[in-house]
Nanobody, 127 residues
């Protein structure tokens, strides 16, 4: 399995932006579908975004579509989540996740499809 480490979280005012990064180690991510999930206190883990191993296909959760953008760099072994127009309801711990893919075009929106997880990074949006 690949090891994943998130960074870039912090405190930001509503309407602001943050850029989360997830660095992979242990093996190349070029055969991995990657995703971002988040979990707020007292709530279940929520799908945020996913990207196929080739980077050609992406999907977003309804609450972030149009505001967040997922991208990947298979050379640098990283995946990034650009978050714009942040809202207080975006406050959560954000997790990076990965799983191997076969065809290169798959992505996964369900957390139980992923077998590698980072430790999470806190994002707090103040009103």
């Amino acid at each position: 399995q690949v090891q994943l480490v998130e960074s870039g979280g912090g405190l930001v005012q509503a309407g602001g932006s943050l850029r989360l990064s997830c660095a992979a180690s242990g093996r190349s991510i070029n055969t991995y579908a990657l995703g971002w999930f988040r979990q707020a206190p007292g709530k279940e883990r929520e799908f945020v975004a996913t990207i196929s191993s080739t980077g050609t296909r992406t999907a977003y959760g309804d609450s972030v579509r149009g505001r967040f953008t997922i991208s990947r760099d298979n050379v640098k072994n990283t995946v990034t989540l650009q978050m714009n127009s942040l809202k207080p309801e975006d406050t959560a711990v954000y997790y990076c996740a990965g799983r191997t893919s076969v065809w290169g075009s798959e992505y996964y929106t369900s957390s139980d499809r992923y077998d590698s997880w980072g430790q999470g990074t806190q994002v707090t949006v103040s009103s």
